[in-house]
Nanobody, 123 residues
Framework: QVQLRESGGGSVQAGGSLRLTCVAS?????MGWFRQLPGKEREALAA???????MYADVVKDRAFLSTDTSGNILNLQLNHLEAADTAMYYC????????????????????WGQGTQVTVSS
C-alpha cells in the first residue's frame, strides 16, 4: 500500500492562499486532494492521472491548481482566495492501478490515504 505524507496546512486569513504538498512512497497511477469539513462527509477537490490533465471539483474551480513531478509520487495543491468555509482537514489520496479519468473525483476509487493536514481560515 502506498504511504502518503501531507504538509503545508496552517492558519490563514480569509483571502489568503496555501500550498499543500503530498509525497507518495512509490509510483502511483492517480493522486488527488480531498477535504472533510467538521461534521460533513469527505469531498473531492482536485485529482489527476499521473501524466494526464488535472480535474477540479466545482467548489474550488478557478482557485485551485495542481502540479506534479509527472513521476507519480508528488502532488501539490495551490488553493487561493480562501474563505472561512474552507476550514477543514485536507487529505491526499492515491491509487496504484489504472483508472478511468471520469472517476478521478470519486473518493471510493482511491486505495491509499494520508493522515491529513489541517487548514483553518479566519474571517
Amino acid at each position: 500500500q502506498v504511504q502518503l505524507r501531507e504538509s503545508g496546512g496552517g492558519s490563514v486569513q480569509a483571502g489568503g492562499s496555501l500550498r499543500l504538498t503530498c509525497v507518495a512512497s512509490e509510483l502511483t497511477f492517480a493522486m488527488g486532494w480531498f477535504r472533510q469539513l467538521p461534521g460533513k462527509e469527505r469531498e473531492a477537490l482536485a485529482a489527476i492521472q499521473i501524466g494526464g490533465h488535472p480535474m477540479y471539483a466545482d467548489v474550488v474551480k478557478d482557485r485551485a491548481f495542481l502540479s506534479t513531478d509527472t513521476s507519480g509520487n508528488i502532488l501539490n495543491l495551490q488553493l487561493n482566495h480562501l474563505e472561512a468555509a474552507d476550514t477543514a482537514m485536507y487529505y491526499c489520496a492515491a491509487r496504484s492501478a489504472p483508472i478511468n479519468w471520469q472517476e478521478l473525483l470519486r473518493g471510493d476509487v482511491y486505495t491509499s490515504w494520508g493522515q491529513g493536514t489541517q487548514v483553518t481560515v479566519s474571517s
